[in-house]
């Protein structure tokens, strides 16, 4: 008898696509954000079937304030987080370092990452949103299939508030899909703006859990599709690190 077609396993970002896609109400893909390879193993070990690298975390890890890792510096980070683990790694390279398309997709690939996330605000204030669509298509262009894209929308961060916030992150969300983003990130994003996104909005949407908001299952009944964490599992372990530090200094 002839034998059985044999099985191709999925490429490790098909598999981190994938991990977006066909998902149930209140089951987002939660991703915890790791900022060194301990940390990365340590969610690995937890069962995560995907990471996120979180750039502030980052750099408080490697002593710099949130923006203010160097380029090289972060990839080489971002490097040993994806060696040190077999799951898929997304990577946070904040707005990437003004480097042109087709350098920074060279260098995302190097670290081993199958995911980028870049934001569209500058300098503390937000992109004009077409620009940033048009830099998008081209971060795409040059990716083709080997990145998935997630696009963060900082509409949030640069202090609207109100229907105008929703209106624009909507306009930016829907522009940066159209442009070939894989996934939309409204980061700081009030839970009950996530439904009015989520029905205006086909592409996955991503959606920051805060230790103060609602849950990641609560998060996805709203609508967001992927849930991660930014650096506040970093916090909560240092948090942690102070309190055995005062334990053993006493």
């Known amino acids: 008898m002839p034998s059985p077609p044999s ?14 896609h066909d998902r149930a109400p209140g089951d987002p893909l939660v991703l915890p954000g790791p900022w060194d390879a301990a940390s990365a193993r340590a969610f690995e070990a937890a069962g995560f079937p995907a990471l996120a690298t979180p750039s502030a975390g980052v750099a408080a890890s490697l002593g710099y304030e949130d923006g203010a890792t160097p380029a090289d510096e972060m990839f080489a980070a971002v490097s040993r987080i994806a060696r ?8 946070d390279v904040e707005g990437g370092y003004g480097l042109p398309p087709k350098q920074l997709v060279a260098r995302v690939l190097e670290t081993g990452a199958v995911g980028v996330n870049l934001e569209d605000s500058e300098a503390g204030a937000l992109k004009d949103p077409h620009r940033h669509a048009e830099w998008l298509a081209e971060v795409r262009a040059e990716a083709g299939d080997a990145l998935f894209l997630n696009a963060r929308v900082d509409t949030y961060v640069r202090g609207l508030t109100g ?10 969300s829907r522009l940066y899909a159209e442009a ?3 996934c939309v ?3 700081l994003i009030p839970p009950d703006h996530l439904p009015p996104l989520r029905a205006e909005i086909t592409a996955p949407v991503n959606a920051l859990s805060k230790p103060d908001g609602p849950p990641p299952a609560e998060l996805g009944r709203l609508g967001a599709t992927r849930v991660t964490f930014g650096p506040g599992l970093l916090h909560r372990t240092l948090a942690e690190v102070r309190r055995i530090a005062e334990e053993v200094g006493g």
């Open 185 to 187: 990130y409204p980061i």
């Open 180 to 182: 070939g983003a894989d």
């Open 84 to 91: 040190s683990v077999s799951v898929p790694v997304s990577a």
């Open 163 to 172: 229907a105008a916030a929703l209106a624009d992150a909507i306009t930016r």
């Open 7 to 20: 099985q191709v396993s999925p490429s490790p970002v098909a598999a981190f696509r994938s991990l977006h």
